[in-house]
Structures are given as C-alpha cells and as structure tokens.
Nanobody
Framework: QVQLQESGPGLVKPSQTLSLTCTVS??????????WNWIRQPPGKGLEWMGS???????AYSPSLKSRTSISRDTSKNQYTLQLSNVTPEDTAVYYC???????WGQGAQVTVSS
C-alpha cells in the first residue's frame, strides 16, 4: 500500500521560506499517470490545492500561490518537496501531501508562521 509522510519544520518565521518534504513508500513517484500534490488547510478554513508534480516531472501550481511556490522531486529518494517563499501568518496551516493512483494522503504536517 502506498504511504506518504510529510516532514519539515513546524515553525517558520515571517518572510522566510517554508520547506516540506513528502516521502513516498509502497509506490513510485515516477509511476505512469500519477500526480503528487500539496494541499493545505488553514485553521477554520477549507482545503486548498497548492500544486502538483506529474510523474513526468512537470509541475502545476495554484494561480494564487504560483509566484511563491515551487515543487521539486528527488527520484532517487522517492521524495517530493514543497517550497513556499516569503511566508506570512496567513500561511499557517496543516500541509498534506496527496498522490498516487488512488489519491493517498499523508497524515499532515502542522506549520505555524510566527516570529
């Protein structure tokens, strides 16, 4: 079974870059037709799709976050990474990696932006 696990700092200062890594096991991020996404949920709000990386390596981003978001991957480690630059307290959220043929979810990582 495919499992996803987010990792990264739980606290980031304003104006810094948030960086999270998703480690995938039980499946390959290069498996044909798969997408690997980042989704977040701010406190008291709904889910927000941030972007994705295709099995081919191509990326797509939410228009509202595109200028600050970068998704990359390390196929040798079967990991993909989110970077969100110039964060503000409004970027405080639980961040999820979601992907694979059946849309598997990681458990989520709480990230707080605060000085």
């Amino acid at each position: 079974q495919v499992q996803l696990q987010e990792s990264g700092p739980g606290l980031v200062k304003p104006s810094q870059t948030l960086s999270l890594t998703c480690t995938v096991s039980g499946g390959s991020i290069t498996a044909s037709t798969t997408f690997w996404n980042w989704i977040r949920q701010p406190p008291g709000k709904g889910l927000e799709w941030m972007g994705s990386i295709h099995y081919s390596g191509s990326t797509a981003y939410s228009p509202s976050l595109k200028s600050r978001t970068s998704i990359s991957r390390d196929t040798s480690k079967n990991q993909y990474t989110l970077q969100l630059s110039n964060v503000t307290p409004e970027d405080t959220a639980v961040y999820y990696c979601v992907g694979g043929s059946a849309g598997y979810w990681g458990q989520g990582a709480q990230v707080t932006v605060s000085s």
